[in-house]
């Protein structure tokens, strides 16, 4: 039985988007959903049911939600109001003001705590967060293209993560050095991935890429987001061909353009992933 109802991919049409919006219980469907972008969600006020793949929580105010571009989630609001900032951003966005050592976009690809996409915030912090969202809104609001006006919005954004990385990783061994090179690793792996997922993807060429054994490959990977570099590239590749069913590619185009061997290969491979056929899938809509 297929756990996803209503499902679709939102792409965002700047490299950077931040709304703070309110809404009622009945304004929200359970539909499960992935962005070709990462995604922040600061609850300020209301509860709501959280689904990430198979796993479900409860959030509440003072939470905050991260999703990376694979993160098939859906969000049911759980009161009469929900109340909340979103912020999207694109990697390339901040890549130029993460160092090799601090990487801003760790707390989305890094899975070490035992709700990874979850962050409990204090009251105190909840506060700060609200404030520095309010501050980010206002700075795009801004049309008086006054100078450093991308600098100071690129700012509070990388300020934003700052904050959210070191409450992320507080109590995390993943400030030591060798889990910070394990991350450096994982994170061009899964843009390599990414940016060739119709390509004949190997161990040994995702090795080659980073002029590393294949072994040394695997435990960066599985010590960083607990799967193996070839169950990523499988993960992304079903999240694509979702993607694109369900926007009436035909299933011999989405199978080729998303890197399986053979129609064959990628049907029973779907099925056996989502529990349904690829053309059983692309008729939910």
């Given amino acids: 039985m297929n756990d996803y109802p209503c499902e679709y991919k939102e792409n965002l049409q700047h490299d950077c988007f931040i709304s703070h919006k309110i809404s009622s219980h009945a304004a929200h469907i359970n539909t499960y959903h992935m962005h070709d972008?990462?995604?922040v969600i600061l609850i300020r006020n209301g509860t709501a049911?959280?689904?990430?793949?198979k796993e479900k929580f409860e959030a509440g105010t003072g939470s905050v939600l991260l999703f990376s571009h694979t993160d098939l989630h859906g969000i049911v609001p759980q009161g009469d109001i929900f109340d909340r900032y979103v912020l999207y951003f694109k990697p390339e966005f901040l890549e130029t003001l993460s160092s090799e050592s601090n990487q801003l976009m760790q707390c989305f690809f890094v899975k070490k705590t035992l709700s990874p996409n979850h962050i409990q915030l204090s009251p105190e912090t909840t506060t700060e967060f609200i404030n520095l969202f309010e501050q980010i809104i206002q700075s795009y609001q801004n049309q008086s293209e006054q100078f450093g006006q991308e600098l100071e919005q690129k700012y509070l954004v990388a300020l934003a993560l700052l904050k959210l990385n070191r409450l992320y990783l507080k109590d995390s061994l993943l400030m030591l050095s060798q889990s910070k090179r394990n991350y450096q690793i994982v994170?061009?792996?899964l843009i390599y991935i990414q940016n060739n997922i119709d390509a004949d993807l190997s161990l040994s060429l995702l090795a080659a890429v980073n002029y590393i054994g294949k072994n040394r490959l695997c435990q960066a990977f599985t010590q960083t987001?607990?799967?193996?570099?070839?169950?990523?590239?499988?993960k992304a590749r079903i999240a694509k061909a979702k993607h694109l069913l369900l926007h009436n590619h035909r299933v011999d185009q989405v199978c080729e353009q998303c890197g399986f061997k053979s129609l064959s290969h990628f049907s029973r491979t779907f099925r056996v992933q989502v529990g349904i056929s690829p053309k059983q899938f692309s008729k939910q809509k």
């Fill in 225 to 234: 987001i607990q799967m193996s570099p070839m169950q990523y590239v499988l």
């Fill in 37 to 39: 972008a990462l995604e």
């Fill in 49 to 53: 049911q959280v689904t990430v793949g």
């Fill in 187 to 189: 994170y061009q792996t």
